[in-house]
């Protein structure tokens, strides 16, 4: 315990929610409606070299058919058949990739099987592309490890989706319900 005045938590309001910071922070925010939790993603960091052709820091790699992605993403809350690729490459010896998911509950997550085959995918698209990652090393995160880091959010990465004219309007505020919970 260390006493203090004001906390200000950087985390996000479905993990409070959720009660991970105690009952007391659990009662001085809103739950988020699981209806409104933004994306997950599948992300893989990697060490080791590109080849193929020389990356700029940020690439992008679309699948062929973006309003089918974002309808498999948001409609279907599936992993999409054919993602579009985000790799940064900061210093061409670490990448860091991400193919986007749904934040889905706990009992509906993808299973194991949806994920290697969304791997199998992801480097398809590179090497399509004429690329090819040679790892030494890589991590791979889950939407089911984003929601173990940050209970109550279903794996959502973002908190709440800010679609529609006023959503940004409709964020938590900064102060809680708990004095000097901020």
Not at 90 to 100: K, S, V, Y
Not at 130 to 138: D, E, F, H, Q
Not at 144 to 172: K, N, V
């Amino acid at each position: 315990v260390i006493p203090a005045r004001a906390v200000v938590l950087n985390a996000d309001v479905a993990t409070i929610a959720a009660g991970t910071f105690g009952p007391a922070a659990s009662r001085a925010v809103d739950a988020p409606s699981p209806s409104r939790r933004s994306l997950s993603a599948v992300t893989w960091a990697i060490a080791g070299s590109a080849e193929g052709f020389e990356l700029d820091h940020h690439n992008v790699f679309f699948g062929a058919d973006y309003e089918r992605e974002t309808r498999m993403l948001w409609d279907r809350r599936a992993i999409p058949d054919d993602p579009t690729v985000y790799l940064c490459a900061p210093d061409r010896e670490r990448f860091f990739l991400i193919a986007n998911a749904p934040a889905r509950d706990v009992a509906n997550r993808p299973d194991e099987m949806e994920i290697t085959e969304c791997e199998r995918r992801v480097f398809s698209r590179l090497a399509r592309a004429g690329l090819t990652l040679k790892m030494s090393a890589c991590v791979r995160m889950t939407p089911q490890d984003f929601a173990r880091m940050a209970p109550g959010t279903g794996g959502a990465i973002y908190g709440e989706a800010a679609h529609g004219t006023f959503a940004s309007l409709a964020r938590p505020a900064s102060r809680t319900r708990l004095r000097g919970l901020y």
